[in-house]
């Protein structure tokens, strides 16, 4: 069974920086694709990041190009969300999420972390 469990999110002022962790397990993810996904309150879950596990190819929302990096450590069967410079607007849940690379649906998904931006 796959599991997804996100961890490292906090409070931090603005400009701040925090790193998010997404720890997978239940199967090889090597043909997987691996995202963050965040909702603020009262909005819709809105794609921020994502990388494919066999090549490291990666997209980004527009809206952190430039602050935030997503990585993955193949070892510890882990992907990173380093975010920097960090906006009250980056205020959400963050949420894990995976999807076999051929398919368009993300199928698993992580409980979620919150992260706090105070201005």
């Known amino acids: 069974q796959v599991q997804l469990v996100e961890s490292g999110g906090g409070l931090v002022q603005a400009g701040g920086s925090l790193r998010l962790s997404c720890a997978a397990s239940?199967?090889?993810?090597?043909?997987?694709?691996m995202a963050w996904f965040r909702q603020a309150p009262g909005k819709e879950r809105d794609f921020v990041a994502s990388i494919r596990w066999s090549n490291d190819y990666t997209i980004y929302a527009d809206s952190v190009k430039g602050r935030f990096t997503i990585s993955r450590d193949n070892a510890k069967n882990t992907v990173y969300l380093q975010m920097n410079s960090l906006k009250p607007e980056d205020t959400a849940v963050y949420y894990c999420?995976?999807?076999?690379?051929?398919?368009?649906?993300?199928?698993?998904w992580g409980q979620g972390t919150q992260v706090t931006v105070s201005s």
């Open positions: 999420a995976a999807r076999d690379w051929r398919s368009t649906k993300y199928n698993y």
């Open positions: 239940g199967r090889t993810f090597s043909t997987y694709v």
